[in-house]
């Protein structure tokens, strides 16, 4: 579907052409990630119907591999709507991370200054928690595997969806009032908003993206600064590790064989007195070329974007998951008070309630980007630089503190 004017309706053709007759939903939402099955969940506690359209499979969306941490006030959030049960009761948690510069380590207490820490769930636990509540508990109506999900009339009062059903190859349309867009950064939703809409940054470099079959080595999340290139260590499970190390970006994994990517682990983690990297199998190698991006507004007529479709944080921070869980509380809160009680208040701030955490989280990326490639760079003036925004956060307290709530996510709705 090629991108449309700002004004310009969504009409490239009548869904109704060889099309069962349309179904009727108040509102669809595109995508089964953790923000389109969070907007669902809200929805159907109210007993406002909705339908979740997904063109991967169940059991593909509760395998694939992402980020990992979340931070407190958005479990909070999940919580307060029935949806942390099994991450309260399995999930681990981090209020530390570790610095490892010039060959020492350095801890940073974010909880005894926050009072808030990270849990530790991958994101396809929370899916498979969020798609059992939704599906199996709240008797949400779900349709996977999904194909060519198009989207017409988002301009007026009476929008639609049509897809193609996979078991008959059939176009299948459904009416609605409101269509929540949470299919990523790839998906068909946000390409319905015009491209002058889009800011981009683009880091200029690429984070080689590993999960290793090898238990932690350390007890929180360590973040290596050195000349070779930054390198990351984040526990998954007790069993599984995930490790990034910086790479050219566009980097083929294939350059990166088991001995290679081992030593430079090595290298770039090594700090007095750390305890040694235990290595194990690595079942996932790829690039990631570091880049953000922010949709604004995130409305266009009756389609609301959410998560990745809305705007993507580089894993540097580790906000996307977050960022997506945020969208979705607004979101999902504000549909229920305009299809309960009129109440349009929720759904016209939208946007600008969400995009003030957004713009906080892209500052913090860029600014902590820094921190970390600034070694690495080749320019000594921005290696000293960034060196000496690291030893201010971890000497002086008020530099401390601030880092602190920004890495946490307390107190960034300003």
Known sequence: MRPRGHNEPVTDFSPHLNSASPERFPVVVVGAGPAGLTVGNILRAARVDCLVLETETREFIEARPRAGFIEEWAVRGLQARGLAGRLL?????????EFRVGGEAHRFGYTKLTGHRHFVYP????????????????????RFGVRDVRLHGIGTDQPSVSYVCPGTGER???????????????GVTRTLLPPERTSRHDYGIGWLALLAEAPPSSDCVVFGIHGRGFAAHMARSPEVTRYYLECPPGDDPENWPHERVWAELHERLAASGA?????????EKRVL???????QPLVRGRLFLAGDAAHLTAPIAAKGMNL?????FLLGDGLVARLTKGDDSGLSGYSEASLRRVWQYQEF??????????????????AGTTLAR???????????????DLYIGKNTDY
């Open 89 to 97: 009761e399995r999930a681990p948690t981090h209020t530390e991370c």
């Open 390 to 404: 690291l030893r201010r956060v971890l000497s002086l307290p008020s530099a401390a503190a601030s880092f602190a």
């Open 365 to 382: 990326s860029l600014w902590l980007s820094d921190v970390f490639h600034g070694a690495s760079s080749g320019d000594a003036f921005r």
């Open 275 to 283: 305890r040694p990297l235990t290595e194990g199998r690595l079942i």
């Open 324 to 328: 997506a869980l945020h969208d979705a």
């Open 289 to 295: 070329d570091m880049h953000n991006y922010v949709v």
């Open 123 to 142: 994101q396809p636990l929370l899916v498979t928690d969020l798609v059992r509540e939704y599906a199996d508990v709240r008797g949400g109506a779900i």
């Open 172 to 186: 299948r349309v459904v009416r609605c009032a409101f269509v929540a867009g949470c299919d990523g950064a790839r």
